[in-house]
């Protein structure tokens, strides 16, 4: 049987480099070459996963089909590879150590001294090789979180050192992604920060096999020749990674670069023309949109980049595959009142309300969802976004005078959304909510049957909230319709408005599963529903 390879990718000089796209990128050339491959990210923070960390802190946390709660990056791994990742592909600090003190206090290691090496390494190690014993994975690419040089990373770091010495330089590399800067008054790029973080590197023990080097200008052949000399690599090794208009375009970056190339090289693996038809047919219909529509994406965290990643990239595919340019307008819904929105929305071809927690802003995004629902814009209301829908409906239509959720007003009169039974007892924050992949099932002839074109759906959730089932025959008597449920335990997963150009609301992510090449049928559809309505004003 042949060995299954273990690609590293670390970074230096600068957080936000681009590691999990490089990482994404580089997987995508060597499936597409017809290699099974899976990315794991090590974050070396102390959280046992990102669920409880705050968006302004970590940005979006993604979910997993097996209900892990974890880094961003798994998203852009499962948007290029098209392949699911689960609880062990993202392995924190806080995880290692809870599981070698348990394996402490049950006396795994009675009579020994537990250190950081052997046993803290070891357990990394053995979190790595997880992956690579599951059979699955011909190559599994490993992205150290943070940058070489800081203290939390070093147990990493030397994982990574001790790998190469198990199982052989032809089997593990190790990539180190830098940033080359350019100072403009001396108009120069600079290569002394990665000769720098190279030695860093070394003098954990790691020789960086790779170097790929984010520049904001072509770094031509004399700093290659450079770099090469001053950090033991050879020249073919050194590959720039120029900032792109899109992280789509990455794979074709690296493919010129011949990143892959190297990579099967030093792995001693063959290398082919990787197949990317379906990759650049995105691409092409992604840089040539026929039209433009506007969608306003209203949240609390909407100033943050990274907050909505996943629906963020759930609309370029779906952009794509509309051949439209979607462009999105991001819309804080603690700014929204009476005054100011019909000027903030009436402009608008579709409006999404993101999902969320607590209090804050949620009656910006009441009163935005009665906009656009009595002025026939096209809504899309994932989690959060499907609550306030239902308390809009219940106060506006029903009349039921300050409906709300339980979340926010713990003794509301009508409480349309309220726990769900099953976290009634459940008292510990940190993975305890409904999360993961659930069956739904979706009535006949609704607008999601006709979209998803079936009826059993599985998508994926984070919540401790749900539609209150005391006011179904309320709601569905006046054109609310539940048309997704979970027919084990109830659960109404969507709702949808009859007489409405396109109102859909949903308990569930779809955006975690939208990827290049399987856009999310329900982003398909509601940029379909905004071009149609762009067409209209
Ligand atoms: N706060 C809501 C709940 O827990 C919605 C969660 C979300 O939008 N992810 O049910």
């Known amino acids: 049987m042949p060995s299954i390879k273990y690609i590293f990718v670390t970074g230096g000089v600068s957080s936000s480099l681009g590691k999990g796209i490089i990482a994404a990128s580089l997987a995508k050339l060597l499936q597409s070459q017809g290699y099974s491959v899976t990315i794991q990210k090590l974050d070396p923070y102390i959280n046992i996963d990102p669920g409880t960390l705050n968006p302004y802190e970590h940005g979006e946390c993604y979910v997993t089909d097996d209900g892990a709660e974890t880094d961003l990056d798994l998203g852009h791994y499962e948007r290029f590879l098209n392949v699911p990742t689960s609880q062990a592909n993202n392995v924190t600090t806080g995880k290692i150590y809870k599981s070698v003190i348990e394996k402490e206090r049950k006396g795994v290691f009675l009579g020994k001294t537990v250190q950081v090496i052997p046993h803290i390494t070891d357990e990394i190690k053995e979190r790595i090789q997880q992956l690579g014993n599951t059979g699955e994975y011909d190559i599994i690419i490993t992205e150290i979180g943070g940058t070489v040089g800081d203290i939390e990373s070093l147990p990493y770091i030397e994982a990574l050192r001790q790998m190469k010495w198990d199982l052989g330089q032809s089997n593990v590399l190790a990539i180190h992604l830098t940033l080359i800067p350019y100072l403009s008054a001396a108009k120069e790029l600079k290569t002394k920060p990665t000769q720098h973080s190279v030695k860093t590197l070394m003098e954990s ?305 779809p955006e975690y599963k939208s990827t290049v090449y399987n856009p999310h049928p329900l982003f398909v559809s509601f940029v379909k529903a905004g071009l149609k309505h762009s067409k209209l004003i």
């Open 205 to 509: 023990g790691v020789q960086a096999d790779i170097l790929v080097c984010r520049t904001e200008h072509e770094i031509g052949d004399s700093i290659r020749e450079k770099l090469a000399r001053f950090c033991n690599v050879d020249k073919e090794s050194v590959i720039q990674s120029i900032d792109a208009s899109t992280i789509y375009d990455v794979p074709n970056l690296m493919l010129d670069e011949g990143l892959d190339k190297i990579v099967l090289k030093k792995l001693n693996l063959k290398s082919d023309i990787p197949n990317l038809d379906i990759w650049n047919s995105f691409l092409k219909r992604y840089r040539n949109p026929k039209n433009k529509i506007k969608i306003g994406l209203i949240g609390k965290y909407v100033e943050l980049q990274d907050s909505y990643k996943s629906i963020l990239e759930s609309f370029i595919h779906a952009g794509s595959v509309n051949e439209v340019e979607v462009e999105i307008i991001s819309i804080h819904s603690e700014f929204i009142d009476n005054e100011n929105i019909h000027s903030k929305l009436s402009q608008l071809n579709g409006v999404l309300v993101a999902p969320g927690f607590g209090e804050r802003g949620i009656e910006g995004k009441i009163l935005a969802i009665e906009y656009v629902r009595t002025n026939n814009i096209p809504f899309f209301g994932i989690c959060l976004g499907m609550q306030m829908a239902v308390i809009e409906f219940a106060r506006n239509v029903l009349k039921l005078k300050n409906a709300n959720s339980t979340e926010m007003v713990k003794d509301t009169l009508f409480p349309v959304i309220d726990l769900m039974q099953s976290q009634k007892e459940v008292t510990n924050k940190g993975g305890t909510m409904r999360l993961g992949s659930w069956k739904c099932e979706l009535k006949d002839k609704t607008n999601v049957s006709n979209i998803y074109d079936t009826n059993i759906i599985h998508e994926r959730h984070r919540h401790r909230y749900e539609f209150n089932s005391d006011y179904l025959d309320q709601v569905e008597s006046k054109g609310l319709i539940a048309s997704g449920i979970n027919s084990e335990t109830g659960l109404v997963e969507i709702l949808e408005l009859n007489n409405h150009p396109w109102f859909i609301g949903v308990q569930f992510h």
